[in-house]
Structures are given as C-alpha cells and as structure tokens.
C-alpha cells in the first residue's frame, strides 16, 4: 500500500528550513491566529490563497469550493463567514474567482456532470441573469465574462448574508471585495466591486437593475 510517503518527506524538509530560517516560527504561528481577510476562492490546485498575495500561514481565512460559489444554504460556507467575522474580526472579505475556471466552463457547456450540475446552477443563473451581455461573443470570451459577473454576484451574496449585514449593523469595519486571479499570467483583477455598508449595497442594486 502507498501511504504517500514522499509527502511527508516534503513536510519536513519544508518545516527544517522554515525553522532554519525563522527558528520560532510555528511557535508564534500556534499561539494566535489574527488574520485581517477572508478569503473565498476556487477549489483549482492552481489557485493557492497565501501564495497568490505573499501572505505567510496566519494572515488568511480561507474557504474554497467550486468555482468560489455563495449559496444561503451552504452552512459550510456561511460557518466559515461567521466564524471569520463575529470571531476572528476580519476587515475583509475577499470573493477570488480565477480565468480558466473548470466549474465556468461547465456551467457554460451543455453535457451533464453528475451530482455538480446542482452546484452549477447557481452559476447557470448568473449567466442567464446577464443573458444578453454574451451575444456576439466566442467560447473564451463567454467563460472570462461569466467568471467575472460570477464574482461580482457572489459579492452580492455574502453582503447580502445576515452575518454581514449584522457586522455593518453594529458598526464593524468590514468591506467585500471581488477580484479574479489570472492563471496565465499570475495577476489579480480588482473587479471594481468594494462594498462597505449597506447603503453602498442598495447603490450596487440599483446601479445593476438600470442595466436591464
């Protein structure tokens, strides 16, 4: 039986040189976590939160599943939201979807994937949500559209939580970001989509329902 124990040759030869290089290192990291973001992401293997912003162990709340999806009846997802914000106190929460998106491009296809078409549906509504803004475009201009209005969308959604609008409630300084990671190129696009409060929320709303 392969117990994969190349893996944890790995682990120490990273724990010797991290201690090498920072001798109470995992000693500090123990006592206290204090992050100041949140991060929900993709769950790709190619999109590594701390890695992407050269933030250490400690720095970053993360959350990750398919295609960095926001759904109110995810309890995992909103477990993590509350946790982050009621406990840990994070002034960001940061909604990362990434070009090149397995789960975009299989919301966008028309084949059947099994149990994940139900996930994918949320992102089916985004697309037809903002049906008209695709006429006219090719494949990867259609998968790179939807992976943007996909963020911009699940920003809405975690605003749009209790657990949010509690925090703006009792006067938290909490903001809510959207950016997409560029595989190609390892660069964030800020989406332009910071929202802080709720009354920057409703301007949000009723800027996207004069589009329609």
């Given at each position: 039986?392969?117990?994969?124990?190349?893996?944890?040759?790995?682990?120490?030869?990273?724990?010797?040189?991290?201690?090498?290089?920072q001798s109470d290192f995992f000693l500090k990291l123990s006592e206290q976590q204090a992050p100041e973001y949140l991060w929900i992401g993709c769950a790709d293997s190619r999109v590594p939160a701390n890695?992407?912003?050269?933030?250490?162990?400690?720095?970053?709340?993360?959350?990750?599943?398919?295609?960095?999806?926001?759904?109110?009846?995810?309890l995992n997802c909103l477990s993590v939201i509350q946790y982050a914000v009621d406990v840990l106190k994070v002034k960001h929460i940061i909604v990362c979807g990434h070009y090149g998106c397995g789960g975009?491009?299989?919301?966008?296809?028309?084949?059947?994937?099994?149990?994940?078409?139900?996930?994918?549906?949320?992102?089916?509504?985004?697309?037809?949500?903002?049906?008209?803004?695709?006429?006219?475009?090719?494949?990867?201009?259609?998968?790179?559209?939807?992976?943007?209005?996909?963020?911009?969308?699940?920003?809405?959604?975690?605003?749009?939580?209790?657990?949010?609008?509690?925090?703006?409630?009792?006067?938290?300084?909490?903001?809510?970001?959207?950016?997409?990671?560029?595989?190609?190129?390892?660069?964030?696009?800020?989406?332009?989509?910071?929202?802080?409060?709720?009354?920057?929320?409703?301007?949000?709303?009723?800027?996207?329902?004069?589009?329609?």
């Amino acid at each position: 039986m392969d117990k994969l124990q190349h893996i944890f040759e790995r682990n120490r030869v990273w724990a010797s040189k991290v201690k090498e290089e920072q001798s109470d290192f995992f000693l500090k990291l123990s006592e206290q976590q204090a992050p100041e973001y949140l991060w929900i992401g993709c769950a790709d293997s190619r999109v590594p939160a701390n890695q992407i912003i050269n933030l250490p162990p400690g720095e970053v709340f993360v959350h990750r599943n398919i295609a960095n999806v926001v759904v109110h009846t995810d309890l995992n997802c909103l477990s993590v939201i509350q946790y982050a914000v009621d406990v840990l106190k994070v002034k960001h929460i940061i909604v990362c979807g990434h070009y090149g998106c397995g789960g975009i491009k299989a919301a966008l296809d028309s084949c059947e994937h099994g149990l994940i078409d139900n996930w994918l549906r949320h992102i089916k509504d985004v697309n037809r949500f903002h049906a008209d803004k695709f006429k006219g475009l090719n494949t990867q201009e259609k998968e790179d559209l939807l992976c943007e209005l996909n963020v911009v969308e699940q920003v809405t959604n975690v605003c749009n939580s209790t657990i949010v609008q509690r925090a703006w409630k009792r006067g938290d300084e909490l903001s809510v970001h959207g950016w997409v990671y560029g595989i190609h190129d390892g660069i964030l696009k800020d989406m332009d989509v910071c929202i802080s409060s709720p009354e920057e929320l409703y301007a949000k709303i009723d800027s996207a329902s004069a589009d329609y």
